[in-house]
């Protein structure tokens, strides 16, 4: 079987294992009365989430763990190891590591003493630079991944240390940007989706087999996550499943040498959290004016009489073709 085959097989069956297990989780969310608490200054329309299960991260990261762990077995304890089988350890600690902080924070926000807020920002923001130098340290100078490739260079870029400072950086806004990204129905699954498909496709192109695997592994239980988050949700995926999607799509990135293309093939997150820094900024400047309606941007657009489909679809539509484009750049 051909590498381009197995690593879509591996979506689908992540994707059938998400699907199946996500109804007994759903059960199980309901009984225990986790669910999402709305922000007063949502729009209205956001009042019929109030209660909905939150949490949902954990849907599609258990599957992921185990059909990893299931496929690089061999690879992780046996006596002829490769550096490249190991290396699919590092998103996965990491998406572990920041699924981890999202549910204390979801927790927090809902039966914790800071019911409706969650974590102190300063406290989560503390732990997501701390998680990301150490991960941009694992991945310079243990796995010695490329520095950076840029389009129409056909050869890397070295850093030297100034590598691990820009790493984590991307790692602690990628993940919350992603954060920011998942406020309506769907949208934070599928952009991350689309996201990491466009990096699997580029680890693939690559010959970075173990990438690209996790990758599309990642995005079919995603997928089977989406099965019960579209609109009208079932189920919201919370800091647990956006910090986790946001930090491990930059590592994928990393690994791949080809992050500059975030800024492509992760548009959407990109705006959404330029509008969040633009509208504060904008705020604190004009001592209480406002830039966007609201921010981050989709409750913009929302505000301007878009429909939460009408937002979903038309974002999606945007990332779907700045990855294609991305993917391109790739080649170039």
């Known amino acids: 079987m051909s590498q381009t085959a197995l690593a879509l097989s591996l ?15 759903l059960r199980i969310l309901r009984h225990y009365k986790i669910g999402k608490i709305i922000r007063v200054e949502e729009p209205d329309r956001h009042r019929i989430k109030m209660g909905t299960p939150t949490m949902g991260g954990v849907m599609f990261i258990l599957p992921v763990l185990l059909l990893t762990g299931l496929l690089n077995a061999v690879a992780l304890i046996g006596v002829r190891v ?34 409706g807020e969650g974590m102190r920002a300063r406290t989560k923001f503390a732990f997501q630079v701390l ?12 796995l010695d991944v490329p520095d950076v490739y840029f389009p129409g260079l056909n050869f890397e870029i070295e850093l030297g240390w100034l590598y691990v400072p820009i790493a984590a ?26 996201a990491i498909a466009a990096y699997g496709g580029i680890a693939l192109i690559q010959d970075q087999v173990y990438i690209a695997r996790f990758c599309f592994t990642l995005v079919g239980a995603i997928f089977g996550f989406l099965w019960f988050n579209v ?16 930090s491990t799509f930059a590592v994928v990135a990393l690994m791949t040498g080809q992050w500059p293309l ?10 959404e959290i330029l509008s969040v820094v633009i509208q504060v900024g904008y705020f604190k400047l004009t001592k209480g004016k406002r830039f966007f309606k609201m ?3 989709h409750l913009h657009f929302e505000l301007l009489g878009w429909s939460e489909t009408q937002v979903v ?19 170039v």
Do not use: C
Not at 131 to 142: D, H, W
Not at 169 to 192: C, K, P, R, W, Y
Not at 313 to 331: K, N, T, V
């Open 11 to 25: 979506a689908g069956l992540s994707f059938m294992m998400t699907v199946i297990w996500g109804g007994p989780l």
């Open 82 to 115: 490769s550096g490249i089988g190991r290396s699919i350890l590092v998103p996965l600690i990491v998406m572990v590591a920041h699924a981890l902080l999202g549910a204390v924070d979801d927790w927090e926000g809902i039966r914790g003493k800071r019911k």
């Open 131 to 142: 998680f990301a130098l150490g991960t941009g340290y694992v991945l310079k100078y243990v």
């Open 169 to 194: 950086f991307i790692i602690v806004a990628e993940s919350n940007a992603v954060n920011f990204t998942d406020g309506l129905d769907g949208l934070g699954g599928l952009i991350a989706a689309t």
């Open 231 to 246: 609109h009208p949700a079932e189920l919201i995926m919370g800091d647990t499943g956006s910090l986790a999607l946001g």
């Open 262 to 271: 975030l800024l492509v093939i992760g548009i959407i997150p990109l705006s």
């Open 295 to 297: 921010a981050p941007l």
């Open 313 to 331: 679809q038309r974002f999606w539509l945007i990332g779907l073709m700045a990855a294609l484009i991305g993917i391109g750049l790739s080649l």
